[in-house]
T-cell receptor, first 116, second 113 residues
């Protein structure tokens, strides 16, 4: 275990369903991230939360809605998805401090999402 | 936009040999990181090198950074079957105090026993 836990591990949903992905970190980090990984494409940064505030929304369609209720939890709410949204969704966390110099991410194992 | 790009896309070597992967990037960076991903799993952070560093070691890993050429290399010495995975470079940019890492498509490394 990495200290970042994602649930569920696998999810199959219809295009009219509403579901949520959950991420929890036990590392005391203060920044959390959602990435999308599709076959043969680079990881796409979707959302960034720093100190529980969203600081990046990388032109992600509104059918993806993030929520960060506290520094340990991150959700990705899904509704009316399309088949092309099928992918591995990865959550990560890191510790950021004043005078940013860059720190490594800790990733969860991901949620494999299939939209049918 | 894609910042880092790994080369080669795929690499197959015999166990015990050294594996070298390269990464090129386009804009100025503050740091460059390498990650490993086993099939269908999350990424694991391997090593971070800052823009004022030229070389860094961690166990069997050696990373170099050439900011004038905007390139980095990852060397894995004495490879093992367990090193079979995809390897990604990532470049960091500050985003509201957080790190916004941009990843390449990765190099898929296969170690033949």
């Amino acid at each position: 275990e990495t200290g970042v836990t994602q649930t569920p591990r696998h999810l199959v949903m219809g295009m009219t369903n509403k579901k949520s992905l959950k991420c929890e970190q036990h590392l005391g980090h203060n920044a959390m991230y959602w990435y999308k990984q599709s076959a043969k494409k680079p990881l796409e940064l979707m959302f960034v939360y720093s100190l529980e505030e969203r600081v990046e929304n990388n032109s992600v369609p509104s059918r993806f809605s993030p929520e960060c209720p506290n520094s340990s939890h991150l959700f990705l709410h899904l509704h009316t998805l399309q088949p092309e949204d099928s992918a591995l969704y990865l959550c990560a966390s890191s510790q950021v401090r004043t005078g940013w110099v860059g720190y490594g991410y800790t990733f969860g194992s991901g949620t494999r999402l299939t939209v049918v | 936009s894609q910042q880092g790009e790994e080369d080669p896309q795929a690499l197959s070597i015999q166990e015990g040999e050294n594996a070298t992967m390269n990464c090129s990037y386009k804009t100025s960076i503050n740091n460059l990181q390498w990650y490993r991903q086993n099939s269908g799993r999350g990424l694991v952070h391997l090593i971070l090198i800052r823009s004022n560093e030229r070389e860094k070691h961690s166990g069997r890993l050696r990373v170099t950074l050439d900011t004038s050429k905007k390139s980095s290399s990852l060397l894995i010495t004495a490879s093992r079957a367990a090193d079979t995975a995809s390897y990604f470079c990532a470049t960091g940019l500050p985003l509201g105090g957080a790190d916004g890492l941009t990843f390449g498509k990765g190099t898929h490394l296969i170690i033949q026993p």
